[in-house]
């Protein structure tokens, strides 16, 4: 389980976990609430790769707007089938994806509500 792993980390404004593997991972639920600093979280294609986990919650990271993490996240999470899978994201981050940025995603199958 990652729950609650970076949960409060108030100060924290950028996160390279691009090494982490996830394949085994169950539970990522408040993994980054309250994380209202962190612009800039870099992420690898292996994040994604969870046979058990159906939603990915970054609702609470409202500064991550960083185009350069954004642009890492996007190729992470696209080169997996999200098929019956969400992305939760904060307004702040959602607008600052492009709309190209987010077809990617969709057209992926993951759902972004």
Same mark, same amino acid.
Not at 41 to 50: A, D, P, Q, R, V
Not at 52 to 55: D, E, P, Q
């Given at each position: 389980t990652m729950d609650y792993m970076f949960y409060g980390?108030?100060?924290?404004t950028s996160l390279d976990i691009?090494?982490?593997?996830?394949?085994?991972?169950a539970n990522m639920d408040r993994m980054f609430n309250r994380c209202t600093k962190l612009n800039k979280?870099?992420?690898?294609?292996?994040?994604?790769?969870?046979k058990? *986990? =159906?939603?990915y919650d970054f609702s609470g990271l409202t500064a991550w707007t960083d185009a350069e993490s954004l642009a890492k996240f996007v190729e992470a999470i696209t080169a997996r089938d999200g098929a019956g899978k969400t992305v939760k994201l904060s307004t702040n981050t959602k607008n600052a *994806? =492009?709309?190209t940025q987010k077809d990617a995603i969709t057209s992926k199958g993951w759902a972004m509500p």
């Open positions: 980390c108030s100060s924290l691009s090494s982490f593997t996830t394949y085994n991972v979280l870099y992420l690898s294609k292996y994040f994604f790769e969870s058990a *986990l =159906t939603k *994806l =492009t709309q």
